[in-house]
């Protein structure tokens, strides 16, 4: 299984950028997947996830509101829609396949089940 993101830039505050992630190898509708975050110097984050059919989605409450997760099975890719943009989301952003609950979202322990990262910067 392969994941490749992409999407990510540069944006201003209050800016939108959407993040694509396409996985190849396998069928994504055989998986939960979900996206999460590291900034320097802090500790990963988890941003969100969805489940196989969609019945569980999960946000941190950092992102609650302002990002939308979706998944087209179909076309082996899902997204992360992020509007409203602060500097704090700056941070790498990894998509991922894992588990994925309401209240919770734990990314695979493999790293080959994550895709490789596009830098999000958000800043005036």
């Known amino acids: 299984v392969q994941l490749q993101a992409s999407g990510g830039g540069l944006v201003q505050p209050g800016g939108s950028l959407r993040l694509s992630c396409v996985l190849s190898?396998?069928?994504?509708?055989?998986?939960?997947i979900g996206w999460f975050r590291q900034a320097p110097g802090k500790e990963r984050e988890g941003v969100s996830c969805?489940?196989?059919?969609?019945?569980?989605?999960y946000y941190s409450d950092s992102v609650k509101g302002r990002f939308t997760i979706s998944r087209d099975d179909a076309k082996n890719t899902f997204y992360l829609e992020m509007n409203g943009l602060k500097p704090e989301d700056t941070a790498v952003y990894y998509c991922?396949?894992?588990?994925?609950?309401?209240?919770?979202?734990?990314?695979?322990?493999?790293?080959?089940?994550w895709g490789r990262g596009t830098q999000v910067t958000v800043s005036s």
């Open positions: 190898g396998d069928t994504l509708a055989s998986y939960a």
């Open positions: 969805l489940s196989r059919t969609a019945v569980n989605r």
């Open positions: 991922a396949t894992g588990m994925c609950a309401p209240s919770t979202w734990v990314p695979a322990p493999d790293a080959n089940f």
